[in-house]
C-alpha cells in the first residue's frame, strides 16, 4: 500500500473546504468554539460510522462479486480527480452561511447528508485498504487512522477557522492549485 498517496488523499479531502468544514468554520464564527466542537464530535462520530458501514458494505461487495474491486477503484479514481477539478476552481471568498444548530445532532446528520463525506467513505477503503488488507483487524485499523486523520481536519478548523478563512482568502489561488495537485498526485499513485 502505497500509504503516501493514502495520506494524502485522506488529508485533502478531510481538511479542504467542504460542508462539513465551512459549517464549522461559521460556527466558530458566529457562536464560538465550545458550540463548534459540540458540532464536531458529531460529525466525527458519523464520519467513523460512514466508514464503518462502508467498510462492510464493500467486504460483502468483494466477497460476493470479487471483480468489483476493479470498478469501486475506478469510481474512487474518477471522484478524486473530480474533487481536485473541484478544489482547483473553488471560490473562496464567498461567506459561510450562517449556521444556528452547531449541535452534536445537526454535525452527525450533516454527514450523511454530505455528498463529499459519503463518496469519500464509499470510495477510500476500496480504492486504498482492499487492495492489500482485507482481514478485520487491518480494515478497521485504516477505518480508525481515517476516522482520526477526520477528526484533526475538524479540530483544525475549530482551532484555526479565522487564521484559516484570512488565509485562504488571501492565497486561495495559490491553496486550489496546491491540493488540486496533491490530489491528483495520490489519485495517480492508485494505480503503480
Known amino acids: ?21 465551512i459549517v464549522i468554520l461559521s460556527t466558530v464564527h458566529h457562536f464560538g468554539a ?17 466508514l464503518g458501514i462502508s467498510a462492510m458494505l464493500n467486504t460483502v461487495l468483494i466477497t460476493v462479486i470479487p471483480k468489483i474491486l476493479m470498478g ?21 471568498s464567498e461567506t459561510p452561511t450562517e449556521n444556528k444548530t452547531g449541535t452534536f445532532l445537526s454535525g452527525f446528520l450533516m454527514q450523511f447528508l454530505n ?6 467513505t464509499m470510495t477510500v477503503i476500496p480504492s486504498f485498504i482492499f487492495p492489500y488488507y482485507s482481514d478485520t483487524p487491518a480494515v478497521t485499523i485504516g477505518v480508525i487512522v ?15 477557522g479565522a487564521i484559516f478563512k484570512q ?24 494505480w503503480m
Do not use: R
Open 1 to 21: 500500500m502505497n500509504m503516501t498517496s493514502f495520506l494524502i488523499y485522506c488529508f485533502i479531502v478531510t481538511f479542504t473546504p467542504g460542508p462539513t468544514n
Open 34 to 50: 465550545k458550540k463548534a466542537m459540540e458540532y464536531t464530535y458529531g460529525a466525527t462520530i458519523a464520519f467513523g460510522l460512514l
Open 72 to 92: 469501486m477503484q475506478m469510481i474512487g479514481t474518477i471522484y478524486m480527480l473530480y474533487l481536485a477539478y473541484q478544489i482547483y476552481k473553488m471560490d473562496t
Open 115 to 120: 455528498p463529499k463525506v459519503v463518496l469519500f
Open 146 to 160: 481515517i476516522t482520526i486523520i477526520g477528526f484533526l481536519a475538524f479540530i483544525t478548523w475549530v482551532l484555526f
Open 167 to 190: 488565509f485562504l482568502q488571501k492565497h486561495k489561488k495559490i491553496v486550489n492549485v496546491t491540493m488540486a495537485l496533491c490530489l491528483v498526485y495520490a489519485t495517480i499513485m492508485i
